[in-house]
């Protein structure tokens, strides 16, 4: 099981990224996959979360990013997506995806995500 997420960059406050988050050697669309991020000298923060098709397809969004950040899943391609927009300074974090493995599965705690892909560097500074 490997996630390798992507699509981070230098953005100017107010703009837009999109994250990527890929999987090899499994298919994305039968687990839960979350989103993180961990901001310098901050504890990690689940930010998102879409899970499994086969369970009830839901989503989760912290409040901090509500009706800025989506989640989304390309099945065909195998990624989940994490679309940001009105990108704000203290939304600069590394961003990472994880799954907990388990197929069939809603978003689970925080604590039950098993496998991490490795990093991607957002930063919002003008």
């Known amino acids: 099981v490997q996630l390798q997420a992507s699509g981070g960059g230098l953005v100017q406050p107010g703009g837009s990224l999109r994250l990527s988050c890929a999987a090899s050697?499994?298919?994305?669309?039968?687990?839960?996959i979350g989103w993180f991020r961990q901001a310098p000298g901050k504890e990690r923060e689940g930010v998102s979360c879409i899970s499994s098709s086969s369970s009830d397809g839901s989503t989760y969004i912290v409040d901090s990013v509500k009706g800025r950040f989506t989640i989304s899943r390309d099945n065909a391609k195998n990624t989940v997506y994490l679309q940001m927009n009105s990108l704000k300074p203290e939304d600069t974090a590394v961003y990472y995806c994880?799954?907990?493995?388990?197929?069939?599965?809603?978003?689970?705690?925080?604590?039950?995500?098993?496998?991490w892909g490795q990093g991607t560097l957002v930063t919002v500074s003008s």
């Open positions: 994880a799954t907990d493995g388990v197929a069939g599965s809603s978003c689970p705690p925080a604590s039950e995500y098993s496998y």
């Open positions: 050697g499994f298919t994305l669309d039968y687990y839960a």
